[in-house]
T-cell receptor, first 117, second 113 residues
Framework: DGGITQSPKYLFRKEGQNVTLSCEQNLNHDAMYWYRQDPGQGLRLIYYSQIVNDFQKGDIAEGYSVSREKKESFPLTVTSAQKNPTAFYLC????????????????FGNGTRLTVT | GENVEQHPSTLSVQEGDSAVIKCTYSDSASNYFPWYKQELGKRPQLIIDIRSNVGEKKDQRIAVTLNKTAKHFSLHITETQPEDSAVYFCAASKPGSQGNLIFGKGTKLSVKP
């Protein structure tokens, strides 16, 4: 839906286990992002990547890791170091503009709801 | 860094009435302000956006206004319908921020038939 596919839709894990969330896009967008959504907290940026093989930490990167080996894919790993991993995770992508110009809209995937018990 | 405040957190209106959601931002360098609508259990979708070179933008029943001096922008929905019920998020970003949008905490809009 919308060219960005997140899987699975629901994910359940035991505490202490690492888990990887998938995000694939066929929009030919250079930039990809991971956001976490908690009730009443809006969307908070975990990691983002502007180009292949490069990524930057967002506001809440602790306990998470990412990779960007292909333009189409930006998987997120929630590690056991993440203290409160239960949340709704949204992947997004966008085109990029040259520095100094306006930013462009984000296109979101349908999200993955992770529950850790 | 940028901080975006959004008010109110919940808003209930009667069908046909107007709804207004307001956001303020802290970084005067911000120049792009999108609004997203998120229905329950679904992904956020862009409904309208505005860039700092204009003060107002309309798209049918939806409009956004921007006051750069006061650093606030607002979403206006006229003739509300039950299908407008959702959570609405404002966001702001500045050039060179690599597309990093800073989001408000959202407004849950309920339109009563």
């Amino acid at each position: 839906d919308g060219g960005i596919t997140q899987s699975p839709k629901y994910l359940f894990r035991k505490e202490g286990q690492n888990v990887t969330l998938s995000c694939e896009q066929n929009l030919n967008h250079d930039a990809m992002y991971w956001y976490r959504q908690d009730p009443g907290q809006g969307l908070r940026l975990i990691y983002y990547s502007q180009i292949v093989n490069d990524f930057q930490k967002g506001d809440i990167a602790e306990g998470y890791s990412v990779s960007r080996e292909k333009k189409e894919s930006f998987p997120l790993t929630v590690t056991s170091a993440q203290k409160n991993p239960t949340a709704f995770y949204l992947c997004a992508s966008s085109i990029t503009h040259q520095q100094g110009s306006y930013n462009s809209p984000l296109h979101f995937g349908n999200g993955t709801r992770l529950t850790v018990t | 860094g940028e901080n975006v405040e959004q008010h109110p957190s919940t808003l209930s209106v009667q069908e046909g009435d107007s709804a207004v959601i307001k956001c303020t931002y802290s970084d005067s360098a911000s120049n792009y302000f999108p609004w997203y609508k998120q229905e329950l259990g679904k992904r956020p979708q862009l409904i309208i956006d505005i860039r700092s070179n204009v003060g107002e933008k309309k798209d049918q029943r939806i409009a956004v206004t921007l006051n750069k001096t006061a650093k606030h922008f607002s979403l206006h929905i006229t003739e509300t319908q039950p299908e407008d019920s959702a959570v609405y998020f404002c966001a702001a970003s500045k050039p060179g921020s690599q597309g990093n949008l800073i989001f408000g905490k959202g407004t849950k809009l309920s339109v009563k038939p």
